[in-house]
């Protein structure tokens, strides 16, 4: 459960929006305010882009099913396995491994690149209120925002948290009508192969 921080943009951001928001309070207003905010966003709108090549092993919760689903990715060394329940998908190394990873994590958890979208649109949407915390999950220090009637963005309505690697750890959003609830529950960097060629029964392919 995320823990809300009632100063309104302390929570605890990368480098860059720390320096941003250096001396932050629950006060204040006007243009400051939205220079701030816009910073905040823009950053966490970047760390996911700049965590793309980052290897991890995560596993989610679906809270609104309950559903387990595990990613596990690598993309320097190709290796990528999905598995939703108990039914494990590694990805071969034939076409491109995010459109892969889309296809399989459909409705369950939104692209990296589209929640930087999300972000990256509230970030200059005036209509926009947002409120920042920070939590943790899995053991992962995270930094939240809560987006609300963002008119002009893709996504008007959102709650999204990130760790400080740039991995998703929690998402609420509703888009069109898929209902993203999930949740970090395990994490861990890196993957480990021999344990993915177990789960999966296949082993890596040349090209992995």
């Known amino acids: ?10 929570a605890v951001l990368g480098a860059a929006a720390l320096l941003a928001l250096a001396g932050c309070s629950g006060g204040g207003g006007g243009e400051e305010q939205s220079s701030e905010d816009q910073v905040a966003l823009t950053e966490l709108s970047d760390r996911l882009l700049e ?15 309950g559903v387990s689903v595990l990613v596990a990715v690598d993309p320097e060394s190709g290796t990528a396995a999905v598995v939703v329940g ?5 990805w071969t190394g034939e076409g491109d491994m995010e459109v892969w990873l889309g296809q399989r994590l459909e409705g369950k958890l939104p692209p990296e690149a589209d929640v930087a979208s999300w972000l990256a649109s509230a970030a200059v949407d005036a209509s926009a209120s947002l409120v920042f915390t920070d939590t943790t999950l899995a053991g ?15 996504v008007g309505s959102f709650e999204v948290c990130l760790t400080t690697g740039g991995v998703i750890a929690s998402v609420a959003a509703k888009v069109g009508d898929t209902a993203y609830t999930a949740k970090l529950v395990n ?5 480990d192969a021999s344990w ?6 296949q082993a890596p392919t040349d090209n992995q």
């Open 196 to 201: 993915l060629d177990e789960l999966t029964g």
């Open 140 to 154: 992962e220090l995270a930094d939240c925002v809560d987006v609300q009637g963002a008119k002009d963005s893709p």
């Open 86 to 90: 108990d039914r494990p998908e590694r």
């Open 51 to 65: 965590a793309e090549d980052h290897a991890y092993t995560a596993e989610y919760l679906m809270e609104d099913s």
């Open 187 to 191: 994490y861990h960097d890196g993957v």
């Open 1 to 10: 459960m995320i823990v809300h921080n009632p100063l309104r943009r302390c």
